[in-house]
């Protein structure tokens, strides 16, 4: 089971590898069993006074050990290249795994999971071939080789041996499997405990302002005590069995040099009582083997539950998508066709939309916050397939374009933008890394990120921090902005593109985006109306639905949805509201 694991998890193409580990630890441990062996002979020998003959018999025990000692030397540089081996190969695969995965698998107790798994995770599976398994696999190989051996000596002994040892090694599996639902307990604790941290970490600002800090230390606290409790509670689970291995162990030595000894005592044959002798010092040298590997049982477990963790990473469904490019659409127009999406089983976030967003135009999605605007970019995205219904580009169901195909068409821009702790330029330069000089500075022009520019000591050269942490809420958006505008990509997605920036650079940006007009696809969500009323065509999203669509100035004289949330956002900035005729430029609002 464990071998089979290990087999699907280092990838068909290293099997070879795992073989002939596994072929060095069997010769290692048959070589072992068989120099054990060899000791009968000696001591039959010395007890009936051959010293000649135990002499004899010390030569082959001699080559023997130097042959165990060389095949166990093999048999651990072998674990250590399969280790090796496995490390870069796991890694790799979860790794390429998981970027075919859906952008919103990668939600926080997923991405913290999978971070354990990574680090520490992949460290305990590799500590199976490196230094688990040999001792595991020896104490079958090992005492099976020597009851094979005795029962030429005397069968009655290799029966009770061949009886005892499977006897020990259900107790030693029984005992693993008590610590099994412990070791999940105590991963699933250590995994919260984790997030925890993060979150308590990253939340001090929020727990601070409202004076919540002892809660948010208390739900720490709470993790960590629910991680000490199922520590305890392993330890509990699995030290009885440990203890009761140990003694069951001894317990079984006993009872066979007992039978041993009273087989000796009823055997008439004095040379037969020799061998018996022997046989006693034999098998109690096979005792250790088996206990031995009590003692690795908690990292064996370990580590099966984190190859159980990676099988489940593994297992996530990926992105339906064919692998090999196909051709390019001839035109960029989105089409959603009676799209249905449930975050959660009988939750719609959108329910039966359609809509087309004619190619090289500009689409906005407005509506109350929880409408479904967010979802149905993501689902244009590709974070999510829909329930039911298509997403269609240039006419071509988005799942018939290999994923990277996909997202070389879309550029974005979502809520929460991350940067990498590098510079300015090298974040910016991610969207197009072969952007020349006259394109990067439009870009920082349009999106105003010149004066931030200007303000950085190092200029574009300026580092970020990690998440872009060394600038402002506004600054980073512009910066995100700027990067997805450089990727020049036929479809922009823009999700509050720049809810963060002041009313002035907002009105700003919004006239450098409409510069794009013509050029991209663009879909558009502000909560900031004013940003959005040039749009060709503006979606209200009600509850998952389009209850209306429209420009500004049709929505405003239906005086439905849109004009009440126009009117809202009117009276909240106190400001005149005008007729639509007066409206039409859309600058006099
Ligand atoms: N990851 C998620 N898991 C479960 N439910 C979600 C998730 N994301 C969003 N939802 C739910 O789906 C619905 C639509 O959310 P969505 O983010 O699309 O709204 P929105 O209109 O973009 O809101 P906002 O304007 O506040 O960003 C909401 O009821 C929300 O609670």
């Given at each position: 089971?464990l071998?089979?694991r290990l087999t699907r998890?280092?990838g068909?193409?290293?099997a070879l590898?795992?073989r002939?580990?596994?072929?060095?630890?069997f010769?290692?441990c048959?070589?072992?069993?068989?120099?054990?062996?060899?000791?009968?002979p000696?001591?039959?020998a010395?007890?009936?006074?051959?010293?000649d003959?135990a002499?004899?018999?010390?030569l082959p025990?001699?080559?023997?050990?130097?042959?165990?000692?060389y095949?166990?030397?093999?048999?651990?540089y072998?674990?250590?290249q399969v280790?090796?081996?496995?490390?870069?190969?796991?890694?790799r695969?979860?790794g390429d795994?998981?970027v075919?995965?859906?952008?919103g698998?990668?939600?926080?107790?997923?991405?913290?999971?999978?971070?354990?798994?990574l680090s520490?995770?992949?460290?305990e599976i590799?500590?199976?071939?490196?230094?688990?398994?040999?001792?595991?696999l020896r104490?079958?190989?090992t005492?099976?080789v020597?009851?094979?051996a005795t029962s030429?000596?005397?069968w009655?002994v290799?029966?009770?041996?061949a009886?005892?040892?499977?006897?020990?090694?259900?107790?030693?599996w029984?005992?693993?499997?008590?610590g099994?639902t412990a070791?999940?307990?105590?991963?699933?604790?250590?995994?919260?405990?984790c997030?925890?941290?993060?979150?308590f970490a990253?939340?001090?600002?929020?727990?601070r302002?409202?004076?919540?800090?002892?809660?948010?230390?208390?739900q720490?606290?709470?993790a960590?005590?629910a991680?000490?409790?199922a520590?305890?509670?392993?330890?509990?689970?699995v030290?009885?069995?440990?203890l009761?291995n140990?003694?069951?162990?001894?317990l079984?030595?006993?009872g066979?040099m007992?039978?041993i000894?009273?087989?000796?005592?009823?055997?008439?044959?004095?040379a037969?009582?020799?061998t018996l002798?022997a046989?006693?010092v034999?098998v109690?040298r096979?005792?250790?083997p088996?206990?031995?590997?009590?003692?690795?049982g908690?990292?064996?477990?370990m580590?099966?539950?984190?190859?159980e963790?990676a099988?489940?990473?593994?297992?996530?469904?990926?992105?339906?998508?064919p692998?090999?490019?196909?051709?390019?659409?001839?035109?960029?127009?989105i089409?959603l066709?009676d799209v249905t999406f449930?975050?959660?089983?009988g939750?719609?976030?959108?329910?039966?939309?359609?809509?087309?967003?004619p190619?090289?135009s500009?689409?906005a999605?407005?509506?109350?916050?929880g409408?479904?605007?967010t979802?149905l970019?993501k689902?244009?995205a590709r974070?999510?397939?829909?329930d039911?219904?298509v997403i269609?580009?240039?006419?071509?169901?988005?799942?018939?374009?290999?994923?990277?195909?996909?997202?070389n068409?879309?550029?974005q821009?979502?809520?929460?933008?991350?940067?990498?702790s590098g510079?300015?330029r090298?974040?910016?330069?991610m969207?197009?890394?072969?952007?020349?000089d006259d394109?990067?500075?439009?870009?920082?022009?349009?999106?105003?990120?010149?004066?931030?520019?200007?303000?950085l000591p190092l200029g574009l050269?300026?580092r970020?921090g990690e998440?872009?942490?060394f600038l402002?809420?506004g600054?980073r958006q512009r910066a995100?902005l700027?990067r997805?505008?450089l990727k020049?990509?036929?479809i922009?997605l823009?999700?509050?593109?720049?809810?963060a920036l002041?009313?002035?650079?907002?009105e700003?940006?919004?006239?450098?985006?409409n510069?794009?007009r013509?050029?991209?696809?663009?879909l558009?969500?502000?909560?900031?109306?004013?940003?959005?009323?040039?749009?060709?065509n503006?979606?209200v999203?009600?509850?998952?639905?389009?209850v209306?669509q429209?420009?500004h100035?049709?929505?405003?004289?239906?005086?439905?949805?849109?004009?009440?949330?126009?009117?809202?956002k009117?009276?909240?900035?106190?400001?005149?509201i005008v007729?639509p005729?007066?409206d039409?430029g859309?600058?006099?609002?």
């Amino acid at each position: 089971m464990l071998l089979m694991r290990l087999t699907r998890l280092m990838g068909k193409s290293h099997a070879l590898l795992l073989r002939h580990y596994l072929l060095w630890v069997f010769s290692y441990c048959l070589m072992q069993g068989l120099t054990f062996v060899l000791v009968v002979p000696i001591i039959h020998a010395l007890l009936d006074l051959r010293v000649d003959d135990a002499l004899m018999w010390l030569l082959p025990l001699g080559v023997g050990v130097v042959l165990t000692g060389y095949l166990h030397y093999r048999a651990a540089y072998s674990g250590f290249q399969v280790a090796a081996t496995l490390m870069s190969q796991l890694r790799r695969r979860i790794g390429d795994h998981v970027v075919t995965l859906p952008l919103g698998w990668f939600v926080r107790a997923n991405t913290s999971r999978l971070g354990l798994l990574l680090s520490q995770g992949v460290m305990e599976i590799l500590g199976l071939p490196a230094h688990q398994l040999t001792p595991l696999l020896r104490a079958v190989i090992t005492p099976a080789v020597v009851v094979v051996a005795t029962s030429f000596f005397d069968w009655r002994v290799a029966l009770c041996a061949a009886f005892l040892f499977p006897m020990l090694g259900l107790v030693y599996w029984w005992a693993g499997r008590l610590g099994r639902t412990a070791d999940r307990a105590v991963q699933t604790a250590n995994a919260q405990a984790c997030d925890r941290m993060v979150e308590f970490a990253q939340s001090q600002p929020v727990l601070r302002t409202y004076g919540k800090s002892a809660q948010g230390y208390q739900q720490f606290d709470q993790a960590l005590v629910a991680q000490s409790r199922a520590g305890r509670r392993q330890l509990w689970l699995v030290l009885p069995p440990l203890l009761l291995n140990t003694w069951l162990g001894q317990l079984a030595l006993m009872g066979l040099m007992a039978g041993i000894t009273w087989l000796v005592v009823m055997e008439g044959d004095a040379a037969q009582q020799t061998t018996l002798f022997a046989l006693l010092v034999l098998v109690s040298r096979v005792i250790d083997p088996l206990s031995e590997v009590a003692s690795y049982g908690s990292g064996i477990r370990m580590a099966s539950a984190q190859m159980e963790a990676a099988e489940n990473v593994l297992s996530q469904l990926s992105l339906p998508a064919p692998t090999e490019p196909v051709p390019l659409p001839q035109h960029y127009t989105i089409e959603l066709r009676d799209v249905t999406f449930s975050y959660q089983p009988g939750v719609r976030a959108l329910q039966r939309v359609s809509a087309t967003l004619p190619a090289n135009s500009v689409t906005a999605v407005v509506g109350a916050s929880g409408s479904g605007k967010t979802t149905l970019t993501k689902l244009i995205a590709r974070f999510f397939d829909p329930d039911n219904g298509v997403i269609a580009i240039g006419g071509i169901n988005v799942k018939s374009f290999p994923v990277m195909q996909h997202m070389n068409m879309i550029s974005q821009v979502f809520q929460d933008n991350y940067l990498f702790s590098g510079t300015l330029r090298e974040n910016l330069m991610m969207g197009n890394p072969a952007a020349d000089d006259d394109t990067l500075k439009n870009v920082l022009k349009l999106t105003r990120l010149d004066e931030v520019v200007q303000r950085l000591p190092l200029g574009l050269d300026s580092r970020v921090g990690e998440g872009g942490g060394f600038l402002s809420g506004g600054e980073r958006q512009r910066a995100a902005l700027a990067r997805a505008l450089l990727k020049n990509a036929p479809i922009l997605l823009l999700d509050e593109a720049t809810g963060a920036l002041d009313p002035e650079n907002q009105e700003a940006i919004a006239q450098g985006l409409n510069a794009l007009r013509g050029h991209c696809t663009m879909l558009v969500i502000a909560h900031q109306l004013h940003t959005i009323r040039n749009a060709d065509n503006i979606l209200v999203l009600d509850h998952g639905q389009i209850v209306e669509q429209g420009n500004h100035q049709q929505l405003l004289a239906k005086n439905g949805r849109y004009a009440a949330l126009w009117q809202a956002k009117v009276r909240a900035e106190g400001w005149r509201i005008v007729h639509p005729r007066e409206d039409q430029g859309g600058d006099n609002v």
